[in-house]
């Protein structure tokens, strides 16, 4: 949420306000942050990669837009910029990356768990870019702390992302995903084996930028404004000059979806990662054309996805931007509401039918929620009673295998939207009698 001052309110006012927020440009915001967060239990997650997917789907930073997560929407973080937002999605990525690991124990206490964080981000950094100047001593010569450290490689990592392009921030935000992803796979590798993660990372950004190429000729051309951002992005990752030139040659001559080669990329996360990249970068300043989704199916079978998994990473884009209208502005800018929300509408009525009757059956073992739905064809359920159908509606959707590893827009979708949705046959006969 951004808080808007009115340009009436006097400075004192604009002064209390400011007082009650964080300010993450100041020293220590790295301890104060990590004390209130705790590492999930390792028994709690079944698969590494659909875990780390659902946890950070919802927070942007896969796309480049970071949306604060629940416990921070309140009066301390209301006037935070995008960059301040990053700090605290990066924070809460790695924090949630970091429960895998093999030869360490994450401790409970909360100065040794800041410690310990402090301690591996900063050799995971050191470790994932050796040429970066990554400053030890103060400007006076004073040995910094660890936490000292971290924030320093944060700021430095933040003002990378800063372009003058929208699609040039929106690309190198995005790429601190996989900062996030590459510490996860990092500290839960014994020593001997992180050697070749940095090779891994520099494939996945050459990768990535073939794939965004090949997004750019779907139409069978490249614009000059794509050109200027492709080679302001290349100077911004970190890559070796001959991949470098492999890229700019790539560039001049054209990448079809049948040259793409991306085979070496085995992580299921970093496919579905590219995949929902391109979707958006195709997508974000148009519905996708007929010519797009063809690319897109295109590039989803490229990457081992069933139509399913295609079908579920629009959904999951959809799902993002719906969610987060009020949020991204580029969202406000680029598209119109009402024909992206009618989109996943569609998209979200036609899985319910493809899974009826698992819906009408989830419905029925609900004695609370089918009592209630009865009561409803007789008279008007309460303020509260309708809340909990809603919710009890909303759950029953994300068993469904197009939602189940997906945020779905809770405030999206209102009770009388849900019951547009729902078929008929998955309703009470009392329903049907009503319809009829």
Do not use: C
């Amino acid at each position: 949420m951004k808080l808007v001052y009115n340009s009436t309110v006097n400075n004192r006012s604009i002064k209390k306000d400011k007082q009650k927020q964080m300010d993450l440009s100041e020293k220590g915001w790295f301890t104060e942050l990590l004390k209130t967060k705790q590492a999930a239990p390792v028994k709690e997650v079944e698969d590494k990669d659909e875990y780390i997917y659902k946890s950070l789907q919802p927070s942007g930073l896969m796309y480049g837009h970071p949306i604060l997560p629940k416990e921070y929407v309140k009066e301390d973080f209301l006037g935070l910029e995008s960059s301040e937002k990053l700090k605290i999605v990066l924070l809460d990525g790695f924090v949630k990356t970091a429960i895998f690991p093999q030869d360490a124990v994450v401790p409970t206490n909360p100065d040794e768990y800041v410690s310990f964080m402090a301690k591996v981000i900063v050799e995971f950094y050191e470790h994932a870019y050796p040429t970066s100047q990554i400053k030890s001593k103060s400007f006076w010569g004073k040995k910094l702390s660890n936490e000292e450290i971290v924030e320093n490689i944060i700021n430095d990592r933040l003002n990378t992302t800063r372009q003058t392009t929208f699609w040039g921030g929106f690309f190198n935000s995005s790429l601190l995903f996989l900062d996030v992803l590459f510490f996860g796979e990092w500290i839960s590798k014994p020593e001997e084996e992180r050697g070749t993660l940095i090779e891994q990372r520099d494939l996945t950004h050459q990768k990535l930028l073939e794939v965004m190429i090949a997004a750019s000729y779907a139409d069978g051309k490249l614009d000059p404004e794509e050109k200027e951002l492709f080679e302001e992005l290349l100077e911004s990752v970190h890559l070796t000059e001959p991949r470098k030139l492999h890229l700019l040659a790539l560039l001049e001559k054209g990448n079809t979806i049948e040259e793409l080669d991306v085979s070496d990329v085995q992580m299921w996360i970093l496919r579905k990662y590219m995949l929902e990249l391109a979707i958006l970068f195709v997508w974000a300043d148009k519905i996708v054309t007929e010519e797009e989704q063809t690319f897109i199916n295109a590039l989803g079978a490229k990457l081992n996805f069933s139509s399913e998994e295609i079908e579920r990473s629009m959904a999951a884009i959809e799902s993002f931007v719906v969610s987060n209208w009020g949020n991204v502005s580029f969202l406000q800018e680029k598209n119109n509401f009402s024909v992206i929300s009618s989109q996943f509408i569609k998209r979200i009525t036609k899985v319910v039918n493809e899974n009826k009757n698992m819906i009408s059956q989830e419905i029925k073992e609900s004695k609370e929620l089918m009592q209630l739905l009865i009561k409803s064809t007789k008279e008007d359920l309460t303020p509260e009673e309708q809340i909990v159908v809603r919710n009890q509606l909303i759950d029953i959707l994300k068993i469904l295998p197009t939602f189940v590893i997906i945020a779905l827009p809770g405030s999206f979708l209102t009770l009388p939207l849900l019951m547009k949705i729902l078929p008929e046959s998955a309703l009470p006969s009392a329903f049907q009698k009503k319809t009829n």
